[in-house]
T-cell receptor, first 114, second 113 residues
Framework: GNSVTQMEGPVTLSEEAFLTINCTYT??????LFWYVQYPGEGLQLLLK?????DKGSNKGFEATYRKETTSFHLEKGSVQVSDSAVYFC?????????????FGKGTRLSVIA | ETGVTQSPTHLIKTRGQQVTLRCSSQ?????VSWYQQALGQGPQFIFQ???????GRGNFPPRFSGLQFPNYSSELNVNALELDDSALYLC????????????FGSGTRLTVV
C-alpha cells in the first residue's frame, strides 16, 4: 500500500539554522509528493509539491527534490525564522488527479527559537 | 476567490451522541474530501464526494457518513460517538480539472467526553 514516513520531532532550531526534515515514501506507480504546513490552530496549507522524479518544489525558501531512486522527498531550508515554527506534513497522492486522496505522514513539529 | 469554510470550529459531545460537521467548498471546486486528524498524528482520509455521491472511502466504519449538496457544500455525520472520535476534522475541496488543487479548511475540533 501507499505510506509516508517522516522523521519524528520535535525539532528545535535556533533562528538562521539549516533545516532538514526527512521524508520517505512507499507507493505503487509514480505518485505526486507534497509538503503541507500547519500553523497552531489552523488547517493545512500547501507548502510545495513535485509531480515527477527529479522535480524540485520550492516556496518561501523551502525546497524538496523528488528522488525516485531513494523514494525520498526531504524538506530543506537554508535559514529558518521564528515564524517557520509549525508542524510539517509530508504527503503523497497516488495518481495525477485533483481528486485522489492524500496519504500523510505523522508530521514533524518544528520550533525555532530566537 | 473564497476559501474552504468549516463550522463549527469547536464542539464537545457526549459518547453515544451524533454530530454533524459542515463544510463550504472553495468556489469552482466540485469535489470534497474529509480527513480525521487525531492529536499528534497526520490526517487520515475518511471519504470523498463528487457530484453528490461518495467517490472513495478510507478505513472508517459506516457510522461515519456524509452528504454533498448541489452547491458542492458538504456534511460529515458521525453516529454513536466514541471517545476515540475526538480529533480535528478537516475538509478539503478540489476540482478534477485542477491537478493537486486541494484547499483545506481550518477544521472542526471535536471532543467526545
Amino acid at each position: 500500500g501507499n505510506s509516508v514516513t517522516q522523521m519524528e520531532g520535535p525539532v528545535t532550531l535556533s533562528e538562521e539554522a539549516f533545516l532538514t526534515i526527512n521524508c520517505t515514501y512507499t507507493a505503487t506507480g509514480y505518485p505526486s509528493l507534497f509538503w503541507y504546513v500547519q500553523y497552531p490552530g489552523e488547517g493545512l496549507q500547501l507548502l510545495l509539491k513535485a509531480t515527477k522524479a527529479d522535480d524540485k518544489g520550492s516556496n518561501k525558501g523551502f525546497e524538496a527534490t523528488y528522488r525516485k531512486e531513494t523514494t525520498s522527498f526531504h524538506l530543506e531550508k537554508g535559514s529558518v525564522q521564528v515564524s517557520d515554527s509549525a508542524v510539517y506534513f509530508c504527503a503523497l497522492s497516488p495518481r495525477n488527479s485533483g481528486n485522489t486522496p492524500l496519504v500523510f505522514g505523522k508530521g514533524t513539529r518544528l520550533s525555532v527559537i530566537a | 476567490e473564497t476559501g474552504v469554510t468549516q463550522s463549527p470550529t469547536h464542539l464537545i459531545k457526549t459518547r453515544g451522541q451524533q454530530v454533524t460537521l459542515r463544510c463550504s467548498s472553495q468556489s469552482g471546486h466540485n469535489t470534497v474530501s474529509w480527513y480525521q486528524q487525531a492529536l499528534g498524528q497526520g490526517p487520515q482520509f475518511i471519504f470523498q464526494y463528487y457530484r453528490e455521491e461518495e467517490n472513495g472511502r478510507g478505513n472508517f466504519p459506516p457510522r461515519f457518513s456524509g452528504l454533498q449538496f448541489p452547491n458542492y457544500s458538504s456534511e460529515l455525520n458521525v453516529n454513536a460517538l466514541e471517545l476515540d472520535d475526538s480529533a480535528l476534522y478537516l475538509c478539503a475541496s478540489s476540482s478534477r480539472q485542477e491537478i493537486y488543487g486541494y484547499t483545506f479548511g481550518s477544521g472542526t475540533r471535536l471532543t467526545v467526553v
